[in-house]
Every structure is written in C-alpha cells, then in structure tokens.
C-alpha cells in the first residue's frame, strides 16, 4: 500500500532540535522526583523523567541514558504502522465460494479471533450457507482465538494450526459448552442483527495452499471481511497491553530490520540510541542473551510528538489511539489516577519484571507536554507510586489540565459500519460485496 505518512525534512530538524541532554529539569518536579524516589528506596542512578515545558523544551533527569521501554514500546509500533499503512487502513479477509468449496485469502489481521470467526460463522448462516465439503487458505490466514485476551508468548502459527482453528470453528456440532459460552457472550454483547442466536456449520476437510483453486472458476463469488480501522485496533492493543496484536503488526510491517531502517530514514535515529527486538516490548532471547528494546526518555518523548503529528495529519487525535486514564480501562484500572486529570491525557504503561515505564501525552493550560517515566527496579509498585506522583507533578507544573472532549467507543473486532440486514444484498458479488 502506498505509504501515507512519511514525514518531510522538518520532522528530522525538529527531532534533533529537542534531543539534547543538557537540560536542568524544574526545580519543583526535580524536587518531586528525588522526594519520592527516596521514600520508595529506589536507585535514583538508574531512573529517568522527562517532559516538555510550556516553550516545548525537553526538561527532567537522565534524558540522555539508555532505558528499557517494555510496554512503552507499543506507541513507537503504532506511529510505524501509521506511517506506514495510514489510520483508516483495514484488514480485508477475501472469502471466495465455488461449487460449496470455500478459499480465504487472508490479510494478516492481527484480530482475527473467536469473536471475528464467530461472526463470520453468523453471516455465513445468515446468507444460506451451513456446509463447505474443503476449505483452503493461505499462508496469510493467522488466527489466534484468545486475541482479545493478554498473553505473553507469541502463539505457534502454521498450517497445522491454522487448520485445526478452522476445523473447530466450522464444525459447530463438535463444540465444548466453553465454546458455545463464549459465542452466547458474544451474542449478547453485539448490536441486534449482527449475530444470529445459534450457528450451524459442518465442513469435511480444511488445508492450507499455496494458490486460490477457486480464483479463475467461473462461478466464484466473493466476499470480503473488513476490519475496523486499524486507529481502533491500536487503540484497543495500547489500552489492554495487547502483545500478540502488537507482535503482529511489528511482523507485518517487516519487523527489527525494516523498523530500524525507518527509525534511520524518519528520524536520522541510528541503533545505538533506538534499538527494537520486538513490537509489544517483551524481550527476545537471541544466541540465549536476552534482549530488550531501550531508547531514551528525550528520544521517545519526540517520537510520542511525532506520533500526535502523524495521527492528526490524518484527521484524528492522540486520544483515538493511546489510552485515556481515568475513561479508559485497560492497564489503568488499578492506577489511583486524580479525578481532577480525567480526560486530559493519554499514556501507556509498560512492566517488566525488572522495569516500570509511563509515557504519553497531557492537554495541559499550557499546552500538549510530553511525558515519560522510566523506572528500572524490581520494586514495581514503588516505581508506579513514584510514577502516579510525578503525573501530578507536571501537570500542575504545566498550570493544571485541560479536558479532552473524549467519549469511550466500545471494540469489536469485526466492521461495526455494517449493513443493517442481508435483504440488502441480492447475491454475492463477484467484486466483492461485503460481509459485515
């Protein structure tokens, strides 16, 4: 796809006119953090913060030391896919159908889970049909039907996995009561008409191709699975701390190698101040040496700049892709956020078992400060003390904070911009109606 952000000259100026590290922090904020870093009893050496002041001036201690960003890690793979693939890119899984023989042409869509399988069943159902004799599929088909919940170890993704997915989802006789728990949940969560109470479905034999048998049949026809637009699958991966979604954007957009090459192009960033092992922030054991994604505080409070810039370039905001503490749930339903700050800033969270991070954004009197909080201690609930206390400290330094005008949209994995009923669509089209 064409890339649809790419920044001009200026972005590389205004990256390097803010990454000097000799910068006094605020006195006041200073004095905040030493305080509270010495009550928790945590190495003052190894912690850094940061935020930009009301003239746009990188202020804090340490913001030139290298620290590991965890979780952190997913704005920085956010503003890459929206660089890269645009806000209002989707995930189009092609359904091709010919002689009760069904070819899906996948999409890498990182949500493809039980709620997307689920409803794709119930349209399937809806449209008239309740038996395929083989399904095929691509090496692009990645499904992961514990999608929408955390996991930490990237699941295994090949033919014989994708097609015992496959099998399980349409051969809806042979499912567990968990199963049919789970689609009754998600019956009861959606829209009325947009999934049928029950679903019936049996197929004979499931394999993965290297080819679509049914593209050159004369009497295929095809449906497309849509996606939300990938702003709302962002949003959704930063509020829950999504790893495998984050994993698999990283992959789709070519991983450490082509992630570093637009960190070097973008940015004029070299490895040595950025490096990335993987998308979501978890380590990556290489050669059994462990492997961490590090930046510094200064450089990723640009590069959470750059991001606002990008999204906004686009037509939407920070808030439609980073979590807001406080109407937001996520990795922030156990944060003591002040009622005072609601809606007036977005963040990310990240914890290791040796490091505590918080970065984001806050809509201030005097403006957008970007912030970060990196913390490298195994004491984690110190460090987020720490962490929730120097939120307050910079807004009020900043003249306190300005609410966003900011309403919480709920998810759902499949196209919510859906036709209200299939009377609308006659037949299937061979250029490709849609199914959502």
């Not at 399904?135 to 930490?152: G, L, R």
């Not at 930063?238 to 992630?259: L, M, P």
């Not at 913390?375 to 110190?382: A, C, M, P, V």
Request: hydrophobic share 35%; net charge neutral.
């Amino acid at each position: 796809m064409k890339n649809l952000g790419l920044f001009n000259i200026l972005v590389h100026i205004s990256i390097l006119g803010l990454l000097s590290t000799n910068v006094l922090a605020n006195d006041q904020t200073d004095k905040v953090w030493s305080q509270q870093l010495k009550a928790e009893g945590i190495d003052a050496k190894d912690q850094a913060y940061c935020y930009t002041d009301k003239d746009g001036k990188a202020t804090g201690q340490n913001l030139g030391m290298k620290i590991r960003l965890a979780s952190v890690s997913k704005l920085l793979t956010s503003l890459w896919a929206i660089d890269k693939l645009g806000v209002d890119y989707k995930y189009n899984t092609k359904l091709y159908i010919s002689n009760n023989n069904l070819h899906i042409e996948g999409s890498y869509d990182p949500f493809l889970g039980n709620e997307k399988m689920f409803f794709l069943l119930s349209q399937l159902n809806e449209l008239g049909f309740t038996k395929f004799d083989t399904i095929t599929f691509d090496k692009n088909v990645i499904i992961n039907p514990d999608v929408q919940y955390a996991s930490d170890e990237y699941p295994t993704i090949n033919s014989i996995t994708m097609s015992k997915f496959l099998k399980k989802y349409f051969n809806t006789q042979a499912w567990s009561k968990d199963s049919k728990d789970e689609y009754s949940n998600f019956y009861s969560m959606a829209k009325v008409g947009k999934f049928r109470k029950e679903v019936n479905f049996e197929v004979q034999n499931v394999k993965m191709v290297e080819a679509n048998p049914l593209a050159n049949n004369a009497d295929v026809k095809v449906l497309t699975l849509s996606s939300p637009s990938l702003y709302k699958y962002l949003k959704q991966m930063n509020i829950k701390s999504n790893n495998y979604v984050a994993e698999t954007v990283f992959r789709q957009n070519g991983g450490t190698q082509e992630f570093s090459k637009f960190l070097t192009e973008t940015f004029k960033l070299s490895a040595d101040q950025v490096s990335f092992y993987s998308g979501s922030g978890l380590p990556v054991m290489i050669n059994g040496i462990r492997n961490d994604n590090f930046a510094t505080c200064s450089i990723t409070l640009n590069l959470i700049s750059e991001l606002k810039k990008s999204i906004e370039k686009q037509g939407k905001t920070i808030e439609d892709v980073v979590a807001v503490p406080g109407s937001d749930g996520g990795t922030f339903r156990n944060r003591i956020i002040s009622a005072d700050f609601k809606n007036s800033f977005v963040a990310k969270t990240g914890t290791l078992m040796h490091t505590s991070t918080l970065a984001g954004a806050m809509n201030t009197q005097n403006g957008f400060s970007f912030f970060g909080i990196f913390n490298q201690s195994t004491d984690i609930s110190g460090s987020k003390i720490v962490q929730n206390l120097m939120v307050k400290s910079i807004m009020n330094e900043m003249g306190g904070p300005k609410v966003f005008n900011y309403e919480v949209e709920g998810f759902h994995a499949y196209n919510e911009e859906s036709v209200k009923s299939f009377d609308e669509i006659s037949d299937f089209s061979t250029i490709g109606a849609n199914l959502f």
